[in-house]
T-cell receptor
Framework: ELKVEQNPLFLSMQEGKNYTIYCNYSTTSDRLYWYRQDPGKSLESLFV?????AVKQEGRLMASLDTKARLSTLHITAAVHDLSATYFC????????????FGKGTRLSVIA | EPEVTQTPSHQVTQMGQEVILRCVPI?????FYWYRQILGQKVEFLVSFYNNEISEKSEIFDDQFSVERPDGSNFTLKIRSTKLEDSAMYFC???????????FGQGTRLTVV
């Protein structure tokens, strides 16, 4: 059974600081996704990571994937208040047409 | 930009009533999914649907749940007799192929009272 663990689950950080969210998964997977969710809203796709060593960056967020370690990181650089949200990683199993397994999410709060 | 649309955005229903949640997937997509998120918790897979049949379902998707693609555009989730614990946000998603990224709708918040 594929399991996805995120940590931390809660993160309060000051504006301007850097931090990393970790996502570990238990079995081989083709794809790893990062989503952002604002309260009461849908899932906004941030990154899709498809191969070992993949690194993608968008603004202050950078995601990477190490398939050998079964680990993905979401790095936040110089946090701003607008980044406050819940961030989920999700993984699908190593075959086609398989559902996503989500982590529990990291609730990020950026404070002044 | 094409998007997955869900209706209604919020539904309140009495325990024991039937509800139907509706989704219009992206038009050229062939794979459809329902996920659920209980307030404050993670997103959980319910069911996937391809070629007019269920391809996979989770333990949550018991006999109270059913899915249907009644016409060429809609994809519905029916809960026959709602329970309090069915209160959640329900997300529909679709993907072009089984290997491509799934796109999520904005969700339907179901409140069972």
């Amino acid at each position: 059974e594929l399991k996805v663990e995120q940590n931390p689950l809660f993160l309060s950080m000051q504006e301007g600081k850097n931090y990393t969210i970790y996502c570990n998964y238990s079995t081989t997977s083709d794809r790893l996704y990062w989503y952002r969710q604002d309260p009461g809203k849908s899932l906004e796709s941030l990154f899709v990571l498809l191969s070992n060593g993949a690194v993608k960056q968008e603004g202050r967020l950078m995601a990477s994937l190490d398939t050998k370690a079964r680990l993905s990181t979401l790095h936040i650089t110089a946090a701003v208040h607008d980044l406050s949200a819940t961030y989920f990683c999700a993984v699908d199993r190593h075959s086609g047409n398989t559902p996503l397994v989500f982590g529990k999410g990291t609730r990020l709060s950026v404070i002044a | 930009e094409p998007e997955v649309t869900q209706t209604p955005s919020h539904q309140v229903t009495q325990m024991g009533q039937e509800v139907i949640l509706r989704c219009v997937p992206i038009s050229n997509h062939l794979y459809f999914y329902w996920y659920r998120q209980i307030l404050g918790q993670k997103v959980e897979f319910l069911v996937s649907f391809y070629n007019n049949e269920i391809s996979e379902k989770s333990e949550i998707f018991d006999d109270q749940f059913s899915v249907e693609r009644p016409d060429g555009s809609n994809f519905t989730l029916k809960i026959r007799s709602t329970k309090l614990e069915d209160s959640a946000m329900y997300f529909c998603a679709s993907s072009e192929t089984g290997l491509s990224e799934a796109f999520f709708g904005q969700g339907t918040r179901l409140t069972v009272v």
